[in-house]
Nanobody, 115 residues
Framework: QVQVVESGGGLAQPGGSLTLSCVVS????????MAWYRQAPGSRRDVVAV???????NYANSVKGRFTISRDSAKNTVYLQMNRLKPEDAADYYC?????????WGQGTQVTVPS
């Protein structure tokens, strides 16, 4: 079992920055990828950024060039650096730890960007 805890959400002005953190614990040796997702009210949960075990990253088109996913393996932590934030980035952000056949989720952290 994998435990996932996100932090770092809050209020940012348009054009501002936030950094989200995701700490994993438990049976982390089976994790093959980590990803950040977001879900706005009334919308589905969509992937924002993914980092694979080999370090390859992928991003949703809407955040390319603005967001950066990275990891610190020594701290079992994945980060999402969010720059040039837009009102449409406002959502609950979730970290997902992908293992064979399953995803472990955290409780989410809220990002607010007023229009």
């Amino acid at each position: 079992q994998v435990q996932v805890v996100e932090s770092g959400g809050g209020l940012a002005q348009p054009g501002g920055s936030l950094t989200l953190s995701c700490v994993v614990s438990g049976n982390i040796h089976g994790i093959v990828s980590m990803a950040w997702y977001r879900q706005a009210p009334g919308s589905r949960r969509d992937v924002v950024a993914v980092i694979a075990g080999n370090g390859i990253t992928n991003y949703a088109n809407s955040v390319k060039g603005r967001f950066t996913i990275s990891r610190d393996s020594a701290k079992n932590t994945v980060y999402l650096q969010m720059n040039r934030l837009k009102p449409e980035d406002a959502a609950d952000y979730y970290c997902g730890a992908g293992s064979s056949g399953s995803v472990s989720w955290g409780q989410g952290t809220q990002v607010t960007v007023p229009s």
